[in-house]
């Protein structure tokens, strides 16, 4: 990936690297007897700001040289050094026009892993709320957009055109990432800018920002067919180091999490930072609830008795007909810094298949 953004490797040559690697993770992820799979975002530095490459009027840079186009270069220097990974290695999106959609974000992604396989493929974008945030810099002396509200309203065309397209072409489902949220709800209340996942944002709070959210999804999501629909949240996945990430349960997100028109929540569940789950009883039944059953940030793979108990929990609490099961999160939120080997992935999912076969086994 670095070759190729510094032109040492042609395009021609990247995506020949990249489908071998596409191929490797659907591989993994069949041998472990996964429903529905992903292509693993092999094709992406970052969860997120990938699209950064792809979008009209918007760079990836390193998040290093950001220090120059900042109003305190110091106190930006001090705030990057909460990140695992280097600054140098962390390309962010910067907009420095109009945003556009001239080419499709991750429709070529979930072509190819569907010309590899015939399970049914899962594509993450990046939430509205997650992309405004990131490529709204407060910190920047010079703006192509007036307001944070006029930049969200190009984030969500572009976003609800790849959904469209990426749901015509096949996609079992379209999940939009948005851990941003539990920053809002549970983040420091003294600290000025946050780096939940290496996404660069202002800080910001409060019940007012949960609307400004939830509308932004209700637009990318308008007429689309919910069933088809994902959202997923989660305190941070950046780091194996637990402490670092944040803590408090789902209490103060039920209401957003309730109105959003998606049919499925991938959650957050099986770490004791995601609180307690008896709090989701008070969701809308006709959701269902894709429960984190194993960790990404430790390495030890759990046990399919212990990953048992959580599930029989979680059809408990939500009915067995709306449970789905699935990791914390991702295995992987920067191609430079996995969060697991690609070996303790594999295992991971394995043990929640066996986990699953054991509950229906009785």
């Given amino acids: 990936m670095h070759d190729r953004l510094e032109g040492r490797l042609d395009e021609a040559e990247f995506e020949t690297t990249a489908d071998d690697a596409v191929r490797l993770s659907l591989a993994a992820q069949l041998r472990a007897g996964v429903d529905v799979v992903s292509d693993g975002e092999q094709r992406r530095d970052n969860y997120a700001s990938f699209v950064g490459g792809l979008l009209d009027n918007c760079q990836l840079i390193p998040l290093s040289d950001l220090t120059a186009m900042v109003d305190d270069p110091a106190e930006f220097e001090q705030e990057l050094r909460v990140l695992d990974v280097p600054a140098s290695e962390v390309r962010h999106p910067v907009v420095y026009g109009p945003l556009g959609r001239s080419r499709p974000l991750a429709v070529p992604e979930l072509e190819f892993a569907a010309s590899c396989t015939e399970a049914p493929v899962k594509v993450a974008l990046p939430g509205p709320y997650l992309l405004t945030r990131m490529m709204w810099f407060d910190c920047l002396s010079d703006r192509p957009y007036e307001t944070r509200e006029d930049l969200a309203r190009d984030v969500v065309r572009v976003l609800r055109e790849e959904a469209h397209v990426l749901l015509t072409s096949g996609a079992a489902l379209v999940q939009f990432d948005e851990p941003v949220l539990t920053e809002v709800v549970h983040g420091s209340a003294g600290s000025t800018r946050s780096f939940m996942c290496g996404a660069l944002s202002e800080r910001l709070e409060g019940d ?112 067995g007909e709306r449970v789905l099961l699935t990791p914390d999160c991702g295995f992987a939120t920067f191609a430079d810094n996995p969060v697991a080997s690609e070996h303790v992935a594999e295992a991971k999912l394995r043990a929640i298949v066996e986990a699953r076969d054991l509950v229906r086994g009785g």
């Fill in 208 to 319: 007012s920002e949960l609307d400004f959210a939830a509308g932004l999804l209700d637009e990318v999501v308008r007429g689309l067919p919910g069933e088809s629909l994902a959202l997923h949240v989660c305190r941070g996945n950046w780091t194996p180091d637990e402490s670092a990430a944040l803590a408090g349960d789902y209490r103060p997100l039920l209401a957003f999490l309730g109105r959003a028109a998606v049919g499925t929540l991938f959650l957050e569940l099986s770490t004791p930072r995601a609180g307690e789950l008896a709090v989701l009883r008070e969701l809308p039944d006709d959701k269902r609830i894709a429960v984190g059953v194993v960790n990404p940030k430790i390495e030890a793979v759990e046990p399919p008795e212990e990953i048992r108990g959580r599930i029989l929990r979680a059809i408990d609490v939500l009915g």
